[in-house]
DNA sequence: AATAATACCAACCGCTTTCTT
DNA sequence: AAAGAAAGCGGTTGGTATTAT
């Protein structure tokens, strides 16, 4: 069987000859007869192998090598949630993509973001430079388990807010409105992300009661309430020498990033259409630039924004 | 400039499902 | 209907490229 060891049998990248005889089969048989490949002694490759190669690069009109657009993480995020781990069937909604793509793509994610979160927490620990500050245990110093990332990353904490736009620009305006320009074009909206941890009166208007009733049901909330990921979104009074690595930075605007996609929520009300049938756009032309950084991100914020930031104690 | 950390991707493995005889 | 083969799927690994320090 396939499984076994066997005499002659090739393994590893595949050679552009090796693609090439893999395609004159495929231009005679179709698709098919994988093992006949090599039954017929024109590949040493077992027709597992000759199939994956296929289906992963070899098949026509893949895009191969270009990042996920926008809207593919948009759209993978959302199917995600709706269907787990079912990366083929997502797969046949992102046209051009893979079942390894999409895999590929959430696998790197979901360990971007574990890392940042499991470092963000050491960060937010206040500096031990600060003389005044009486000895604080780390109030996070757990490890978050699999489904505990996997709720922060989807942590379904936001709903959406169309406010007016704010020049980025000018000096003086609130680090809040600066967040609330940093943040994404959804449709022909722009909107802002009002973490239901966030005072909404900071932010100049109340929830939008409908969007609120999308948001994190209660228990769902006790996780992020029991440890914050953001204190100062919590707790915006200020604060002196609050140290955010940049991995805290990344944290924050990644949490903004989710406005590139909607919340799992939101899009349990969305109907994913059919399989896409054309590529999703031009793919150089997706590509959008990032308008939120890091730098602009806490440029923005006062200096003193983040003083008085208490940690939680663990009880 | 060197090194480490991280991201990305291709390919493999084992299991399950579907097809064929 | 049963058994074996083929195809499909999801998890994992390892190599390379890129980025950060």
């Not at 396939?2 to 698709?31: F, M, S, T, Y």
């Not at 895999?103 to 031990?128: E, H, V, Y």
């Not at 620009?169 to 009002?194: D, F």
């Amino acid at each position: 069987m396939e499984g076994k060891r066997e005499e002659g049998i090739r393994k590893g990248p595949w050679k552009a000859e090796e693609d090439q005889v893999l395609l004159n089969h495929v231009k005679k048989c179709g698709p098919k007869d994988w093992s006949s490949i090599r039954s017929k002694g024109l590949l040493q490759r077992t027709g597992k192998s000759c199939r994956l190669r296929w289906v992963n690069k070899l098949r026509p009109n893949l895009k191969n090598g270009c990042k996920f657009s926008l809207e593919e993480e948009r759209v993978v995020i959302e199917l995600q949630a709706q269907f787990g781990n079912k990366w083929a069937k997502i797969a046949t909604h992102l046209a051009g993509r893979t079942d390894n793509d999409v895999k590929n793509f959430w696998s790197s994610r979901q360990k971007r973001l574990a890392r940042i979160l499991q470092t963000s927490t050491a960060a937010i620990t206040p500096s031990k430079s600060h003389k005044n500050r009486r000895e604080i245990p780390v109030y996070h110093d757990k490890v978050p388990t699999l489904e505990e990332s996997e709720y922060r990353e989807n942590p379904k904490p936001f709903f959406f807010k169309e406010i007016p736009k704010f020049s980025c620009s000018s000096e003086g305006e609130s680090s809040l409105q600066a967040a609330s320009c940093s943040s994404r074009c959804i449709g022909n909206s722009e909107m802002v992300p009002v973490p239901e941890l966030v005072d909404s009166k900071l932010l100049g208007f109340e929830a939008d009661p409908v969007q609120q009733e999308l948001a994190l049901p209660a228990e769902k909330n006790l996780w992020i309430e029991s440890q914050p990921l953001i204190p100062f979104l919590e707790n915006p009074q200020p604060q002196t020498d609050l140290e955010f690595s940049s991995d805290t930075q990344e944290l924050l605007k990644l949490d903004f990033d989710m406005l590139t996609t909607l919340d799992a929520e939101l899009s349990k009300q969305l109907d994913i259409g059919p399989p896409f049938l054309e590529p999703v756009g031009n793919v150089e032309g997706d590509k959008i630039d990032d308008p939120i950084t890091p730098d602009c991100l806490f440029d923005d914020f006062p200096a003193d924004m983040f003083d008085q930031i208490e940690p939680l104690s663990h009880d």
